[in-house]
């Protein structure tokens, strides 16, 4: 099932051509009304008459998540912001939160590509879709809700929380699709057995799962749980939000919705080009975005790309699974995390830097605890209090608190050479 035949199962042929047209009138956008970005292309030495097709791109500079916090929060706007509709937001690298701007065309082609995403996942307006991604700046919430009015779905804007209500809605409402953190979906899947249901119990067929790394024994976990099939959607907040790729029947692979993402995979330490199935980072260029039309945008995801057509009949390029980060983030509970965030919280706080944060998953939900010395001079009693306010101060920075240890002073390895600042124990990827 398509939602967009004729686009979806486009010759390869037409593809690039639509893809020529669109790059060029997207580079000239852009030079012409993001003095940022023209200034990167003029150093590079690049007019958009260079640009002409596909095959130029790599004459484009790179813009990477060092540029959108330079230009916070308009130097990438290309449009006059009276023609905004909405803001989305993630944590940055400091502190600073990347904000992406959207028109209603903007909208419009994102809820198209969340459409998308469904009706792979066999929603037609017969279906009844649980929203559980976080709604507000977070694009999960927004981006489903958006593609699911789309299609016709009767829509739960339900956001996450409150399990046991979850699934009482579900019950109630015959949910037939849920969309949310794979995490959180095996964590509904694990209440609605406490609660002493089964998946006979309720109507459930597809999940929609994305926004962290999840492996495919996980994949058949929920499914199991739930008694579903289980897809894959992929996106960043940079390049609008979920579905700039997602999963078909096949489940081997995200397809890339390649008419208004370009994607390449680089060499993340030259930054050269790869040929076709190489492994390395993922970039793209938004070639239909007006508000924050990002060219080569730096995603820092580690992944292979590989064309032809899949069984399902789309001829859209397909990404794997993204096998990790070529930068030190992490995402804890959905939530995008820097360990450089929390030195400086810590550092801001009177502490020395020698700590340690350690990511676990128990029971499908993510641990995230971190060990620091405690002063010399601090007394016992104190303990508890420091460890609290440590714990809202990081809650207030990155949105989650965790669990913090004062540990007796020199106690955390001293290392020779760089430190190890994250101890992460997840298995996260196949
Ligand atoms: O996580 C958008 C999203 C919402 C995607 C709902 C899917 C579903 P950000 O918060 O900006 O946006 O985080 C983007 O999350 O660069 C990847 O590292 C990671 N990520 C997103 N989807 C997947 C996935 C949303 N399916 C960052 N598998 C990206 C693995 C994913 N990692």
Redesign the pocket.
Known sequence: MYWNEEIECMSREDMTKLQNERLCAQVKHVYENVPYYRDLMDKKGVKPEDIQTIDDLHKLPFISKADLRDAYPYGLLAVPLKDCVRIHS?SGTTGKR?VAFYTQEDIDMWNDCTARAITAAGGTSDDVVQVC?GYGL???GA??DGGSHKVGCLTLPMSSGNTERQIQFMQDLGSTILCC?PSYAAYIGETLHEMGLTPDDIKLKAG???????TNEMRRQIEELLGIKAY???????TS???VAFECCEQSG?HINEDNFIPEIIDPDTGEVLPEGSKGELVFTSITKKAFPLLRYR???ICVLTKGKCSCGRTLIKMA??MG?SDD?M?IR???VFPSQIEAVLVSNGYAPNYQIVVDRVNNTDTFDVMLERPADALDYEIPKREKALSSALKTMLGITPKIHLVAPKSIARSEGKAVRVIDKRKLHD
């Open positions: 993630t990347v991604y977070f694009t999960g981006g489903l953190t929609i799962f994305g926004a962290e790394p999840w894959d959607i992929y996106g960043l907040t940079e939000g979920p579905g995200m995603t820092r995801d699974k993204p980060r983030m995402i959905g939530v995008n």
